[in-house]
């Protein structure tokens, strides 16, 4: 083109040259760069000054259009008068060397007549043809110092940035790191650059992070927040949490250039937080503790549930074990030393293990010298913790070496004990295994250990001291009971006693068989309302009453007005009673009753029947002479039979009344057993083999006429 063109003579197709060289990079480029920014002008001068090239940019930044800047002199046009002398030697300066060049900035002026500060690199240039230019490259130095500000702010916030940052490309590979990532990763810049993610931190999920970038460069929809967890090449061993966003990185024109990270190393909230989840954890196991141990007053049930709450919570496998001395009556005085004596109340894993032969088992006494951990719980009072089990560990936790092996082959790799303590006395001990659970006892399993243990040695201390009471009462009742039936003239009788569950107090059931005379015999079921000792007690004074009543030769209704009087004096206490006065010479059998379920008969040939009878009010309930009692007058025949019981035989708290008693007739109904097999035939039927679940003792007695 001309120089009226705006370009110089000769220099399109040189520079078309170079482009196809490589020098430059052919093809359109994207508005909005840096450049574009800048709007760097150029333009040339020939060796005498004159404007032999401007560009589009020159006379956007300066106001001349092409036709009136080419050819005029430089000096003329744009320099102020007062700078014209120093333009011209600085000229002169650049053409005469031959790496003539320079920089800086001075005003100049616009084709409006203001003045407007450029930034300069001129520079001397020869052509192919030998002759001399000078090129100048301009721009505005506001703009220029504004893009360096910003530029030197951004690189600023990068480096400093305590947030991780990089750039990757669209292949995904590291372009640019900061000194944070580096931190954060643990690895030097060289170490990313032109690298994957997976290439560099093997110990993330690469597979869902790179997916998660890929989704970003697709999209252009930004990843904030993500939280991921995992290692690093410089902490290995310790987990680490981050939160990542990732964004698309575009040009002006909409061009993908890659992607841009940013890593928050949150791994302290992250502990925190996980701190405050088993925080929360402990709680909940503590609570559901709370509700799970300690439902019943039996020693046994209550060392399950502390089991069965530790397992899998705490431990692989979990044993409860309990100080034989904690349990006898006559206690030797608390030692610091020697050996310990316990007694196996519970043992519970979460899988099938050999570990479980290793313990004791329920039950039985075993003996542990000083020298074992649980003794050394129990005797200091402390938690015993072995976070990492070696084999002379296992020796120290082990009964005897055939244990210890057992507990090898379990895999048995970390061991907790503590002590359980209740009000001041230590129990026994809460003996803790892990094997499967590859995490080793902590200081927080030390504490949920501790705090589970304290309430279970609650509950189980409760039980024994329960256990107790109950036993003194039941032994009072079976004493107060008749030991064996009395020779009695027409009558053969058998009779049981059964308890009420370990789970609920002893009552106050009670049965007799009086011989009194002219062969007469009294039949006598009742039941003291209450439980424990006092019940006991009570019913022993109304079975003593009785039988002084019964010598009188009284009418049942007679001697049960007497015994209301007498029961009305005990206070708060109200008992039913079945009194029947049976007549060997009569075949006469004269019964009353106080609020008491009614007796079965059985006859050969007929089925049993519930004899009904007028029921009068439970003795102690209306006071001294305001209860009226009535007899009734059952005749009996040789071989038939009496049942009398207590409602503790037939009632279920399920179930209602009039279908137990349906029951018991349909147990009795067929052919006339033996007295004894009767009894147990009741009993086994009707209390069930699952004695926890009976809530009341029952006495039963039969009594069958007999044959001449």
Not at 60 to 73: F, T, V
Not at 76 to 103: A, C, K, N, T, Y
Not at 307 to 331: N, Y
Not at 675 to 686: A, Q, S, Y
Request: hydrophobic share 40%; net charge negative; charged share 25%.
């Amino acid at each position: 083109m001309s120089p009226e063109g705006g370009w110089l003579p000769g220099s399109a197709e040189r520079i078309g040259q170079r482009g196809r060289t490589g020098w430059v990079e052919a093809g359109p480029t994207a508005p909005g760069g840096l450049l574009d920014v800048l709007s760097v002008a150029t333009f040339v001068l020939d060796d005498q000054g004159r404007i032999v090239f401007w560009s589009p940019q020159a006379q956007a930044l300066l106001g001349y259009p092409p036709e009136e800047a080419l050819g005029q002199y430089a000096a003329r046009l744009l320099v102020p008068e007062e700078h014209f002398e120093l333009v011209l030697r600085l000229f002169r300066d650049i053409m005469r060397d031959e790496h003539g060049s320079w920089d800086g900035s001075f005003p100049v002026l616009q084709r409006d007549g203001q003045t407007r500060v450029l930034e300069f690199r001129n520079m001397r240039l020869l052509d192919v043809l030998g002759d001399t230019y000078a090129l100048a490259l301009a721009t505005d130095q506001a703009t220029l110092r504004r893009v360096e500000r910003d530029l030197a702010l951004s690189v600023r916030l990068v480096e400093q940035s305590p947030i991780g940052l990089a750039i990757m490309d669209t292949d995904l590979r590291y372009l640019a790191v900061n000194p944070a990532l580096e931190r954060i990763n643990g690895l030097p810049a060289d170490k990313h650059i032109g690298h994957r993610v997976g290439e560099t931190l093997p110990f993330l999920d690469v597979e869902g992070i790179e997916a998660a970038m890929r989704r970003v460069l697709t999209t252009g929809v930004p990843l904030l927040d993500q939280y991921t967890v995992g290692r690093t090449p410089a902490e290995p061993q310790e987990e680490h949490a981050w939160s990542v966003s990732f964004h698309r990185l575009e040009d002006a024109a909409g061009r993908v250039l890659g992607l841009a990270t940013s890593v928050v190393d949150v791994t302290d909230r992250h502990r925190a937080a996980r701190e405050a989840d088993r925080a929360r954890h402990r709680l909940a196991v503590v609570a559901d503790a709370s509700v799970r141990i300690g439902t019943t007053l039996d020693l046994e049930q209550t060392a399950r549930e502390l089991a069965d709450v530790a397992v899998p919570e705490l431990a692989d496998v979990a044993a409860v074990d309990v100080l034989d001395t904690a349990l006898t009556e006559r206690r030797s005085p608390p030692t610091t030393s020697g050996p310990a004596v316990f007694r196996a109340l519970a043992v519970n894993a979460a899988y099938p293990t050999e570990a479980v032969r290793a313990a004791d088992p329920p039950g039985e006494l075993a003996r542990y010298d000083a020298d074992r951990l649980v003794t050394q719980c129990v005797r200091t009072g402390r938690p015993v913790l072995v976070t990492h089990v070696a084999d002379d560990n296992l020796r120290s936790i082990a009964r005897d070496p055939e244990s210890a092996t057992l507990l090898a082959r379990a895999g048995v790799h970390s061991y907790l004990a503590v002590p359980l303590i209740a009000r001041g006395e230590v129990l026994g001990a809460l003996d803790l295994k892990r094997a499967r659970n590859p995490l080793p006892f902590d200081a927080d399993d030390v504490a949920l250990a501790s705090e589970l243990a304290a309430r279970a040695a609650v509950c189980i201390d409760n039980a024994r001291w329960y256990e107790r009471q109950r036993n003194a009462a039941l032994t009072l009742q079976r004493s107060l009971l008749p030991q064996h039936p009395p020779h009695l003239t027409g009558l053969e009788v058998a009779s049981r006693y059964q308890p009420a569950g370990a789970a609920s107090e002893v009552g106050g059931d009670w049965f007799d068989t009086l011989p009194l005379s002219d062969g007469k015999t009294a039949l006598i079921v009742g039941d003291v309302m209450g439980s424990g000792m006092t019940a006991a007690t009570t019913m022993g004074r109304l079975r003593t009453a009785t039988q002084t009543l019964a010598e009188l030769d009284l009418d049942p209704a007679e001697l049960l007005r007497h015994l209301d009087k007498i029961t009305a004096g005990i206070d708060n206490y109200i008992a039913t009673c079945l009194y029947a006065l049976y007549d060997p010479r009569t075949g006469a059998c004269c019964v009353s009753n106080a609020g008491h379920l009614p007796p079965v008969l059985l006859r050969e040939g007929c089925r049993p029947v519930l004899v009904d009878l007028p029921s009068g009010a439970p003795l102690g309930v209306g006071g001294v002479g305001s209860v009226t009692f009535r007899s009734q007058t059952i005749p009996l025949h040789p071989g038939d039979q009496l049942v009398l019981y207590t409602d503790g035989l037939v009632e279920r708290r399920d179930v209602d009344i009039d279908v137990r008693l349906e029951t018991l007739r349909h147990i009795l109904d067929g052919p006339l057993r033996p007295l004894e097999e009767t009894c147990d035939l009741l009993l086994e039927h009707l209390r069930g083999r699952d004695r926890d679940q009976d809530h009341d003792d029952a006495a039963l007695l039969v009594a069958r006429v007999a044959t001449p």
